[in-house]
């Protein structure tokens, strides 16, 4: 089984600052790792993802998060918010097997809260 | 292509009464989810379904029931609803295959549910 702790439920953070959710894992098995994104009243969007390849893997809109297998993290970074990312932010992990569930395991969630 | 349209957007339900939440998808994939999100608590996975005709239990299925009859659709049943009920539910769906197992989730926007 796997399981997912976001270490922060809020951030609060000044426009244009750098900012990084944390976001570590535990699992028996290989896996595949998310980050969504949810804005007020909406639904989950995907921001990145990481399936297999390079470990550092970015959004088109500024955001990066790294795989890191020894630490089991996969923490997501911006250099330079805006007032504009203010949402909260889930990590997300699935088991990445052939015949496996597909179900996804959350996190809690880390509400950023970018301020003028 | 629409992705994943839920219905209603909003509901208010009295305690008993009973309801069904629609889900579609338009994308042709196998596997579709029911989530509920509590405030702080992140997502929790109620239902899922691997195909037309295969459903099973996710973490919190109690109160709740589902059926699939087609690819597309994967209506959320709730029976004689209650308080611990009001919740927002979100439906989801991914492509599986038995080789690379499953991969993101796609979210559809949404039904905020109150039960007075």
């Known amino acids: 089984a796997q399981s997912v702790t976001q270490l922060d439920s809020q951030v609060p953070v000044f426009e244009e600052a750098p900012v990084e959710l944390r976001c570590n894992y535990s699992s028996s098995v290989s896996v595949y790792l998310f980050w969504y994104v949810q804005y007020p009243n909406q639904g989950l969007q995907l921001l990145l993802k990481?399936?297999?390849?390079?470990?550092l893997v970015e959004s088109i809109n500024g955001f990066e998060a790294e795989f890191n297998k020894s630490q089991t993290s996969f923490h997501l970074r911006k250099p330079s918010v805006h007032i504009s990312d203010t949402a909260e932010y889930f990590c997300a992990v699935s088991a990445n097997y052939g015949g496996s569930q597909g179900n996804l395991i959350f996190g809690k969630g880390t509400k950023l809260s970018v301020k003028p | 292509n629409a992705g994943v349209t839920q219905t209603p957007k909003f509901r208010i339900l009295k305690i008993g009464q009973s309801m069904t939440l629609q889900c579609t998808q338009d994308?042709?994939?196998?596997?579709m989810y029911w989530y509920r999100q509590d405030p702080g608590m992140g997502l929790k996975l109620i239902y899922y379904?691997?195909?037309?005709?295969?459903?099973d239990k996710g973490e919190v299925p109690n109160g709740y029931n589902v059926s699939r009859s087609t690819t597309e659709d994967f209506p959320l049943r709730l029976e004689l609803a209650a308080p611990s009920q009001t919740s927002v539910y979100f439906c989801a769906s991914s492509y599986s295959n038995q080789l690379a197992g499953t991969y993101e989730q796609y979210f559809g926007p949404g039904t905020r549910l109150t039960v007075t």
């Open positions: 994308m042709n994939h196998n596997y």
């Open positions: 379904s691997v195909g037309a005709g295969i459903t």
């Open positions: 990481y399936l297999s390849g390079s470990t």
